[in-house]
């Protein structure tokens, strides 16, 4: 399997609990992230929302979709959000929340493998290519919660961490 470790940054010139209360909110991403096509609730999990299983339906620049389902396996609020994947892709996504200041600093760690055979066929040629279109991804989720928020975007990185080691 094709494994990716990416990692996004979004700094946004907003009060952390806002910023916090967008990105925990996913059934609401739709409404402001391009490429968030769907959320469906699959489980409620407990009254903090552990367990709770969400299916996201996305779709980049690229001609396919991804579909996936999140085990939320940590929550605590305006510190970290985590889930564990399954689906298209299989692994851990992690929201961190921090301040520089009076900027909400935001990382979402992207640790996945691909279950798609046709994915694992050409990742040694396609790698950059779905790395690249998790970036416009990720970049339209930074531009749309800006307008959400109505606050400035202040910077987005998004690093493959497997070509920094």
Same mark, same amino acid.
């Given at each position: 399997? *094709? ?18 209360? *967008? ?18 609730? @699959? ?5 903090? #929302? ?16 991804? @579909? ?16 564990? @994947?399954?689906? $298209?892709?299989? #692994? ?8 520089? #200041? ?33 970036? @416009?991804?990720?970049?339209? #989720? ?17 690093? $493959?961490?497997? *070509?920094?080691?």
């Amino acid at each position: 399997m *094709a494994e990716y470790r990416l990692l996004t940054i979004w700094r946004f010139d907003a009060p952390l609990e806002a910023v916090y209360a *967008a990105i925990h909110n996913s059934p609401n991403w739709p409404d402001w992230w391009p490429g968030m096509q769907k959320v469906e609730e @699959v489980a409620a999990g407990d009254a903090h #929302g552990i367990n709770s299983i969400l299916r996201y339906v996305w779709q980049g620049r690229l001609p396919y979709r991804m @579909v996936f389902e999140v085990r939320a396996t940590r929550i605590e609020k305006y510190v970290v959000i985590e889930g564990s @994947v399954q689906g $298209d892709l299989e #692994g851990i996504g992690r929201w961190h929340f921090s301040n520089e #200041g009076a900027v909400s600093v935001i990382r979402y760690e992207w640790h996945v493998r691909s279950t798609r055979w046709w994915m694992n066929l050409i990742a040694p040629f396609a790698r950059s290519m779905f790395i690249r279109n998790h970036g @416009v991804l990720m970049r339209q #989720g930074a531009e749309g919660l800006a307008r959400q928020l109505d606050a400035p975007l202040v910077s987005q990185e998004n690093i $493959d961490l497997m *070509a920094k080691a």
